[in-house]
């Protein structure tokens, strides 16, 4: 069989030739464009639709979590009235609908860090947060600190903006926030941190870690952007206070809706100092104006209406099962020298293989016998190694991650001894 994948290409930027693309000579794109690169797990994900492979590569959430009939009646609801529906379906204002920015406000107080609507901001998915902040804080060449390995959509979406990253090493408690020296802090202006069931490892950053970061981040003057789309996708305990409660001043918080609700509402929310606040609407004025009127004001209702408090301990048991699956095929079927993360909450494993084997190298194969995975080095901002692999377990069912798991196991094994026969 022939795969029809090449991997090599995603590490090109866009004046290299690309399957389907017009020729750069007639495309002439601006050089920001020409450094977008496409995101591998996209492209990985094109290939692994087809209904014989199992793919352990998406960051998709388990669609049987969506709150269809809530979403569905408060949808209905918000266009049954017709005076009701031509508010629905006006145009509104970019920081977001009040009701929605007031109900963020009150679960960010309860939480215990005292927050106003007007540090709120709707946005249309964080995703669109990571860009309106590579807009409002990253300048060409100029340093921004990232956890190494990091998101790899947060690299996309910095890159346009052409910054000089320096990256922050990480173990089981997440990221080393000793590391954080003024050598490295000289003219940064921001850290990027993912402190909840990271994406890609599914680490935690522990609560003493927190408290460290935040005091570096004031010794060293940076903004803190702390990415928590994972945060309320705890298994048996949530993690600790988040990098508001510890550094509100200078932590500018970006969350989702897409892992509690649903990804396709692309909804999500920045709280941070007002005046933050007021640069990225500025900046998101500019974007698309203001997200979804009707999306958001039908996800208000369902969050209002309490659907959260029945809703979230019934995925997190959901993921909670998933994790212990793949942790179980994980210790079944690896050979010695593979290593894994143990997450207390999200989506995602990572793996580190013996050093030397390529996980890239590995990865047509591994499809060809029906997996997929994400190679873990595109999650890297600088130096990357070639061994390790990211594997969500959220969306495939029990049976099939152990079948998968088994596969990349055997993968892994024959690999490792044609290395060991060649020495
Ligand atoms: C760490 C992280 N940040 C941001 C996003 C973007 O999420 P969305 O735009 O759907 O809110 C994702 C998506 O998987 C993610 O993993």
């Known amino acids: ?16 030739p690309q399957p389907g693309l017009a020729a750069p000579a007639l495309l002439r794109p601006a050089r920001r464009a020409a450094s977008a690169t496409s995101s591998i797990v996209r492209e990985i994900l094109k290939v692994t639709q087809r209904p014989d492979v199992i793919s352990l590569a998406g960051g998709l959430p388990a669609p049987e979590s969506f709150p269809v009939e809530a979403l569905r009646a408060a ?18 204002t970019t920081e977001g609908h009040a009701p929605l920015r007031e109900w963020v406000a009150a679960q960010e107080t309860a939480r215990g860090v005292p927050t106003c609507a007007d540090e709120v901001m709707i946005v249309a998915g964080s995703q669109q947060a990571l860009d309106l902040l590579g807009k409002a ?29 320096r990256t922050l090493p990480t173990d089981d408690e997440g990221l080393q926030p000793d590391a954080l020296d ?12 993912m402190p909840n069931f990271q994406n890609p490892t599914g680490r935690t950053l522990s609560a003493a870690r927190r408290a460290t970061l935040a005091a570096a981040a004031r010794r060293h003057d940076l903004w803190l952007i702390e990415d928590d789309p994972y945060g309320e996708l705890w298994y048996h305990q949530a993690p600790p206070p988040g990098l508001r409660s510890y550094a509100p001043e200078r932590t500018i918080r970006v969350c ?19 005046a933050a ?18 999306t958001q004001r039908a996800a208000h209702r369902v969050l ?36 894994w993360t143990r997450p207390e909450g999200g989506m995602f494993v990572w793996l580190t293989l013996p050093a030397g084997v ?19 080095a595109p999650f890297f901002a600088g130096h990357a190694p070639t061994n390790t692999l990211r594997l969500s377990f959220v969306t495939v069912p029990a049976e099939k991650i152990r079948a998968a798991v088994a596969v990349l196991g055997e993968l892994i094994g024959h690999t490792l001894s044609k290395h060991r026969e060649s020495r």
């Open 1 to 16: 069989m022939t795969i029809p994948f090449n991997l090599a290409y995603l590490k090109e930027p866009m004046n290299a």
């Open 182 to 193: 003024a050598a490295l802090a000289r003219d940064a202006r921001a850290l990027y941190v």
């Open 75 to 92: 949808f209905d609801a918000e266009l049954r009235d017709e005076a009701q529906a031509r508010q629905a379906l006006q145009y509104s």
């Open 277 to 294: 606040i007021e640069l990225l609407v500025r900046l998101k004025q500019a974007t698309d104006l203001h997200t979804a009127t009707l």
């Open 256 to 274: 989702s809706f897409s892992k509690v609700l649903a990804p396709g509402l692309r909804l999500g929310f920045v709280i941070a100092p007002r």
């Open 137 to 165: 804080f990253v300048e060409p060449q100029a340093p921004l600190l990232v956890e190494s390995p990091t998101y790899l959509g947060a690299l996309q979406a910095f890159n346009l903006f052409d910054p000089t990253y």
């Open 304 to 339: 209002a209406s309490g659907l959260l408090d029945t809703h979230l301990p019934r995925v997190r048991a959901r993921y909670a099962q998933q994790c212990a699956v793949m942790l179980e095929a994980l210790a079944t079927a690896m050979p010695g020298g593979v290593t």
């Open 358 to 376: 390529d996980t890239m190298a590995l990865l047509p194969g591994a499809i060809e016998r029906g997996m997929a995975f994400v190679p873990g």
